[in-house]
């Protein structure tokens, strides 16, 4: 996969130990935010309040106090909460302020975890991960197969006016569409379109076109044209030239592309927040903002939500990895 | 290169002009309608519905005397200014896993790698909204535990700041001096993996020898870095430093999701793109919104030209 | 198919699947909501306070046991988008068909809302059964829905939406730590003994080493703080002196007496208003200014602070997250006995019916507007508010409901004074005058804080910011004015209601309430160079 020489690089004297500290450090450093939300995502807002750095030891404490209304000791009033690990390893102090304390004990149990907060997160935020899947798969799928076709467009023939064409197109590239969400809200609610899906993938897959055909032009020109020419020969038409040709040979810079795509319009939210109205069509990152905005935040299921917000790309990341390095890697020397 | 073709070819091979007829459909009524829109927008005050009143110049006028805009360019210059600084992680660790004597080790580093990356960018933009939360976030609590909260209210004793305080808990996005600071701590350690593979595998061409004979002359491994890494990596720099320029002056969900609509408090973070956003969706002055995103687009586009003229973008 | 060719198959498989997942899904929950042979009616708001969806969820629920053939569906939107998502939603045209009422001035209400006034005074159906059976709406609400009126048409005079509930503000205290402090749980019955409070929690801290704070402050509650107090140190001079002898002291009479040199901020009353401020920091958090109200309801709930002024909206919090109890009571302000503040107050100030909050009105773009007339009217039935009362612990805007059962003290005390005006011009023009205010308040506030260095730092720009306002006061007053001019004109295309002559009846409401508006306006214009 790399281009590398097989033997090592770098200095041949001092050993590296301390470039691997330092870069599992960094690493460590960048892996924090995960540990964090699941070690949050199994506990409520007042043991995350005793307990924030560490996970939940599977400890509670039963406190007792007496109660202010009897006023003896005869009724005691318990309460139940969750142990931090001093507690677990030095015992119960009294709480200052409270002259009505009695004891407390500590004792070993699993359900200081809280996992209904993993079924709560599960409930707000998989509808929203599923609009997210449809909309960027079938915005990108749409849009790359546009884009090939453009591609080819350019790459094939130097048709006429294709010199036009492709200024009109990079022209874009140039252009920064910051003001374009104004109209485009006024565009879209007169196209009848506001608070539909369609809209979100229509206008992703507009987004997208620019770059994919610039990059899929270059990449076409570079083919040899004996294959197409042999394809043609055999009397084959310029879409099954497309299928044959130009597809298996660039499946690296599409997979490339594609995941790219993929990305941008998983991230998407400023377009969804102002044209979507119903709470069932919100894509992940107009959820998270709605999340985000509750009065006062119960901290474990929004954890868990965020959690199972960042798996989905795990699981496409574990199986697309190797060929989005690659990608990476081979597009990156080139340019 | 494209082949050129003769005419009777050419007409012969028509239909292939419907191969770029959807993208052009696309491009046309969702890029270009909605910038000539915009461009013929700004010279109206509009709320967004049907009714307009042409108004000349009004908005532009408007704009020369709106202080907000003019503090918002100067906070997003600030901005632009703490990104380019944290662009040095990326290219740090990517030379850092480059100079690695395992191989395996670099695999193994550049799959670490991208597993944080797996986080969507919101999620982390929510998370460290969460670790700046006065209360229950974690940066206040490492603050008071490693003693730098009491250094800080000392320091802000000292010179007056008037930020820190001993018996309030600090406010990253709710005390207006604070903003910035909090806009250049986010992202903490700053790593963007993509950047550092793009980076890597523009490195993977330095061979073995070229270090070798770096060592027998004697370079240090911070002119190793100069002369030997850097120039290789230089137009992945280069173009990674102007989409991130453009990208800077041009965004504003950051500050949208951290700050609010208004620029957080004070409007200390008001960048051009919210003020845009802020007037349209929230005032109602469409129009207004339309010129604003005008300016902002010049000042883009010029700076673009200007890149492009003196640093060539290769194929 | 041997292995090698399923492995690489394997995640075109695997992505299909998920795609195909997610397709299905799209589909059912779209289909869900959107069942077909019912009418779906659709409420958005920004109540996402403990027990307000939950109340929603119930009174939905009764509704469609009524209505079979009707789905409510509630949009929750949090308070923090919500401006930008009414904006949009009503530029879009697709409002909800219920909509809450946020930041919506007199221009968006006329343009986006149905007016109901013709409507109020009918009865509501769904209070058959009560004792506001046959009332008409209008009546059936604690105020005559005066309140909203003033909100959202204050020229106009129409009415565009109706309040559900009324908030009030109280002083909540932490039993437990105000037993631990003071020896007893109940709270500070006049404002000697709040003042002296301070001085009880500064001496337990000295004796437990603890750093409570006797009132848990932020920025957006220190103002409701300031707000309740002040006026009354201005009650008597309002009564004395007011110009329109109306009993209120509108914010531009009292910039045109300030630029006569009626009034001013070295004034004894106003003066005294000023140092009751300062006098009651001394019991707040310190740098409360920088502070939200997430920081206060924390540090209460945390035990950090004995007291939190708060507003009735916030007991359910308080109620559910505070492993403590949490009692409430009225501020106490100072008397006409008290020694320092007494020679300008005249008496505890009524609270009027408290300030309008879930605030629905109709949009003009519903495509069921009778429909949702007929909820909202569900809405304020005496019933249903009673069951929001009781879940949400809010007290509701009907006649006659009863405050929460646990918090009775939450309902607004309607006997009292007339309430002092305040020193601030909030939302007076420009809002020039607020933020000299505001930003030159510390000299006034703090343990070093001096009215008279306020006062001096402020006499320079004064004027000049009073002026500014007052202009652009008077700017929007005349726009206003204008804009009933269209509606007038419209009223007199249409034909008369009856074969007489006489102008329909819309006409005279409108056409009073301009010249009224203008007799308010022409002196005011004409003092000004």
Redesign the interface.
Known sequence: ?????????????RS?WL??V??LG??L???F??Y??LQISLKD??S??QN??LPQPPYAVTEHFRD?AVGTDSQLLT?LRTATWTEVFGGVTAP?????FVSATTHFTLSVYRVENWRVGFKTI??A???T??IA?TGTAVSMA??I??A?????????F?GV?WA??ML?M??????????????L?DMNL??T?AAII??G???G??FN?FVLR?FI?DLP?DLFEAAEMDGAS?LQQIWTVVIPLSMPIIGTLSILAFLGK??E??LP???L?????FP??VK???L?????KQ?GPIMAA?FI??M??????L???RL??RG???G??K? | ?????SRQ??LR?W???F??L???L??A???????G??IY??FFDWQ?GDNKELIGFANFKRILGDPVLWSAFGTVSVLIVFNLFKMI?SIM?AV????????R???G????????M???????L?????FFDPN?G?LN?LFDVTGLKTLLVHLDQFFGWNVFFASAPIGWLSQPDLILPALFLWG??W?GA?GV??Y???L?????EV??AA?LDGVG?FQKFIYIELPLIL??VR?TLVLLI?GT??DY?LQ??LLGEAGGPGGRGMVP?LW??NR??IAGE?GY??A???V??VF??SL??VN?KYVRV?? | MNSSRLRSL??AL??TA??S???W??AT??R??VAPGKTVL?V?HWL???GMRESFAQAISDYEKLHPDVTV?Q?P?????YS?WLR??L????A?DLTGMLTVNEEVAGRHFLALDAYLNQPNPYNAGTPLEGVPWRDTFVDGLDAVRGLFAPVSGEIYGVNLQINTLRLYFNR??L??VTGS?SPPATFAELQALGGRVADYNAR?G?R?VPIASCGPYATFLFNTLVPSQTQRLLVESNPARNLTFSQHELAAAFLKGELSYSTPALRSGLELMRDVTALMTPGFDQLQR?DA?FAYL??QAVMLYAGSWDYG?LVR?G?FPTGLVTLPLPGPEHPGYGRFVLGPASESAGSPEATFGIARTSPHPELALDFLQFLSSRTVAENFSRQSHRIASIVGTPPPPDAPGLAPVLGGEVGGFLLDFTGFGGGNTLNLFRRNLHLALGPKGDADNFIKALEARLPETLRQDMEQHLDSQQRMICRLDAQLAFELTRPPAAAGSDPSEEWLVLAEAQSLRQHGYLPLRKEMP
Not at chain 1, 277 to 281: A, C, N, T, V
Not at chain 2, 126 to 130: A, E, G, L, V, Y
Request: hydrophobic fraction near 55%; charge should be positive; proline fraction near 7%.
């Open positions: 996969m790399s281009t590398s020489p097989k033997d090592a690089v770098g200095s041949r004297k590296d470039k691997h330092f870069i960094i690493i450093i960048e892996l935010p995960l964090m939300m807002n007042a995350f309040i924030p750095w202010p309460r200052r302020d409270d002259p009505d998989l509808p991960i599923a609009n899947i449809f798969a546009l884009a076709l453009g080819y467009f350019f790459a094939r023939y130097r048709m006429p294709s064409l009109a197109f874009l140039l252009m920064p569409g910051v003001a374009n969400i104004v109209p485009l809200f006024t565009l609610k506001l608070n899906l229509l206008v897959i507009a987004g076109q620019v055909i270059n020109e044209k310029h998983w991230n939210f400023l927040l102002i044209v109205r119903d709470q069932e069509l992940l990152g998270l903002i709605y985000d905005g509750e009065y006062v901290w965020y917000a960042s989905p790309l795990i699981v496409i990341f199986f697309c990895m989005f390095v990476l890697s081979a990156a020397v340019g | 290169m494209a082949l050129p073709l070819k050419a091979e239909k292939l002009y191969f770029i959807p993208s052009l696309f491009v009524v969702f890029s270009y309608f909605p910038a829109s915009a927008h700004s967004g992680p660790l850092l896993i480059h100079r690695l004597k395992s191989d080790a670099q695999y580093y550049r799959t670490l790698l991208v597993v944080p797996i986080v969507p960018g919101l999620v982390t929510f998370i460290w909204k969460f229950l974690i609590n903490f350690p790593i993509v593979l793009i890597l595998a523009g993977q061409s330095i061979g073995q270090y070798e060592d491994p137009t992945q173009l453009i002056l041009k969900g949208l999701l793109g845009m956003y349209a969706f469409f919104a339309c604003v995103g005008m902002l687009f883009i586009l673009t030209y492009n290769e194929k | 394997l995640p695997v992505l998920v795609f997942w997610s397709l899904q799209v929950t779209r869900a909501v659709r958005g996402l306070h403990a569906v949009l939107v949090p308070i923090r988008t930008s949009t939603r530029i879009g045209a697709n909800p437990k730590l037993r631990a749980d437990t603890a409570l997430d309801l945390q035990q919090v997250d492993p």
